[in-house]
């Protein structure tokens, strides 16, 4: 009873604990339930942050994108600002230079046109036919004067004025002042004028003081326009001689400076223009000459240099024929109309001073970049691009290498650049022979062949001929004597029979019988590899002499046939040398028919 009476108390016990614990688990449920009402306010919290996040995110993205369009506006609008800018400044600065021209220059744009009146011949007709008072023409000229006094023009334009009222000693006077001034530019001036009027002899005159006056380092672009009027004898055969003599003095002014350069030993002009001959030798192409290349071995490269420089007395005359078709000299053309002292007259008229120059330059430099709207890189490569590389003066001996060698640069007629020719013919004839020389140096006296293994020599003379056939015959010996040397060698080779049958007898006395299975069979196949083997070596010896007879044969054959194309080749090699060497004859004597006539 009292263990009844403990257990039902222990129970008692435990169920009010249980009671206990279920009464602190329904208090607990209700906290968690409050937990859960609050976490459930809490996500909707988040939820609305969440989306008011993304709101301002959508702001913050708008903002910049309007942030990137206003900037992209504010550096439109700097980089507008700054051509603007530009363009202001351009204009200020091209209406400040304009106003300059005006007040600087504007006179010499009337004595330039009165100047252009005074020295056409219909002029010349009327003050002589007294249509105009030479006393307006003496005014006008006086007016000039005193208006530009530092012009050449205006003295020049007093010459031909006094030349029209017959006052020599004024004329002298006015001359010499123009002269002063400009001596170049006023020399060549009254040379046109007075080849325009009729007097040659006095053209001519004045043409030798301007050639003087000249510096043959910076010929400028007019110098072709008088050089064409020259040579097309619009000047007369005193004008045209006297330059002639200037270009040979420029000439050889030119070569000692390149002496001075280059310090060689002979320097006689011919290496002045070696290079451009050079330049037009026939080069040996690959198909050419195959078997010889391959016969000749490291001579080849000797052979070849030597070769290609024999060509060039040829092939020079051909250009030179195909570039004068009329010859050195030409034909005896009527005298031209005129009209390249005409261009010369009216570009030296117009041509504009150092000054002038200058402030045009400026000027348009403006004008670029107002037109590019304010770009001043666009506007610089425009009036890179305008200026043209023709606008820079060249070296006299640029211009004769232009004339003669690259046509298209130089714009010159038939007639001046066959006074180039001329003036630079010496020099080309001595830099063919100096070529030719160096040809003949590299043309030995004797070449050697080589044929499988065999080598002959031949002469490179064309008159002494070579007859094939010795040769053939020793190379067809020495390859007959080689195959025999090594048709003897074809013999039993007795320690590989030996050294076979002892590996055989081995493997199949000893260990075919004691193995099975794979390494069996491995055996036997040994054994019988090696009774093959002997039977081989034994019985195959006529079949391998015979093979190697049989590629004898093929080589006889094939080296018979390279030898012949070979021998045919270096003929028709050394020929074709020699006879290009001979074109040098032809050449100088092309260049040298003024000599005879």
């Not at 602190?24 to 859960?36: P, T």
């Not at 023409?137 to 009222?165: D, N």
């Not at 690959?286 to 078997?291: I, L, Q």
């Not at 691009?385 to 010159?412: C, K, R, W, Y």
């Amino acid at each position: 009873m009292e263990d009844r009476l403990e257990t039902d108390s222990a129970l008692h016990q435990l169920s009010e604990r249980l009671e206990d614990i279920g009464k602190g688990q329904a208090r607990h449920e209700g906290k968690l339930d409050g937990f859960e009402d609050e976490l459930h306010g809490v996500r909707a919290d988040v939820i609305g942050l969440r989306s008011e996040v993304t709101g301002v995110r959508q702001e913050v993205s708008g903002l910049e994108s309007a942030i990137t369009d206003t900037r992209q506006i504010l550096d439109t609008f700097i980089e507008q600002y700054g051509r603007d800018r530009e363009v202001a400044k351009a204009q200020a600065e091209l209406s400040r230079l304009t106003t300059e021209w005006h007040a600087d220059f504007a006179q010499r744009k009337h004595t330039r046109a009165l100047t252009r009146g005074l020295v056409h011949t219909l002029t010349a007709h009327a003050v002589y036919r007294n249509v105009v008072n030479t006393a307006t023409v003496r005014a006008c000229t006086e007016e000039r004067m005193l208006l530009e006094p530092t012009y050449w023009l205006a003295p020049a334009a007093m010459a031909v004025a006094a030349k029209f009222r017959n006052e020599d000693e004024r004329g002298e006077r006015a001359r010499a002042h123009a002269c002063m001034l400009d001596s170049a530019k006023a020399n060549l001036f009254f040379s046109l004028t007075c080849s325009r009027f009729g007097d040659e002899s006095e053209a001519a005159s004045w043409m030798d003081l301007y050639l003087q006056s000249l510096d043959p380092d910076e010929l400028g672009q007019d110098f072709f326009v008088v050089l064409d009027a020259i040579a097309s004898k619009e000047l007369g055969d005193e004008a045209l001689g006297y330059t002639q003599q200037a270009m040979a003095r420029w000439n050889r002014s030119g070569l000692r400076s390149s002496s001075d350069v280059y310090a060689t030993a002979d320097m006689s002009g011919g290496e002045q223009w070696e290079a451009r001959l050079q330049n037009l030798r026939q080069r040996v192409a690959k198909n050419e000459y195959t078997v010889l290349r391959k016969t000749c071995g490291v001579q080849w490269d000797t052979l070849r240099r030597g070769w290609e420089l024999a060509t060039v007395p040829g092939r020079t005359l051909a250009y030179l024929r195909r570039m004068f078709p009329d010859g050195p000299d030409g034909v005896d053309w009527p005298i031209n109309d005129g009209s390249h002292v005409d261009s010369a007259l009216e570009r030296l008229i117009n041509q504009l001073e150092p000054d002038e120059a200058d402030l045009r330059e400026k000027m348009r430099r403006l004008e670029r970049v107002i037109e590019h709207g304010g770009d001043l890189e666009a506007a610089k490569q425009a009036h890179e691009s305008s200026i043209g590389p023709n606008a820079e003066p060249v070296t006299f001996m640029v211009l004769l290498d232009q004339a003669v060698f690259e046509p298209d640069e130089a714009p010159l007629g038939p007639p001046a650049r066959r006074m180039a020719l001329q003036a630079i013919w010496p020099s080309l004839e001595h830099a063919a022979n100096r070529v030719v020389a160096d040809a003949r140096h590299h043309l030995p006296r004797r070449i050697t062949l080589s044929v499988a293994g065999w080598s002959c020599t031949v002469p490179t003379d064309s008159q002494l001929l070579v007859e094939p056939d010795p040769l053939v015959n020793e190379l067809t010996a020495h390859i007959e004597q080689q195959t025999q040397v090594q048709s003897d060698a074809v013999v039993r080779r007795w320690p590989r029979v030996c050294c076979a049958l002892a590996i055989g007898g081995f493997t199949g006395s000893l260990v075919v019988p004691f193995v099975d299975g794979a390494r069996q069979g491995l055996s036997l196949l040994l054994t019988l590899g090696m009774v093959s083997w002997v039977a081989w070596e034994i019985w195959s010896v006529p079949l391998r002499k015979k093979h190697v007879n049989e590629q004898g044969d093929q080589l006889r054959n094939e080296s018979v046939a390279t030898l012949a194309k070979a021998l045919a080749q270096c003929e028709d090699f050394f020929e074709e040398w020699h006879e290009a060497m001979d074109q040098l004859a032809t050449l100088t004597l092309w260049g040298g028919r003024r000599n005879q006539n």
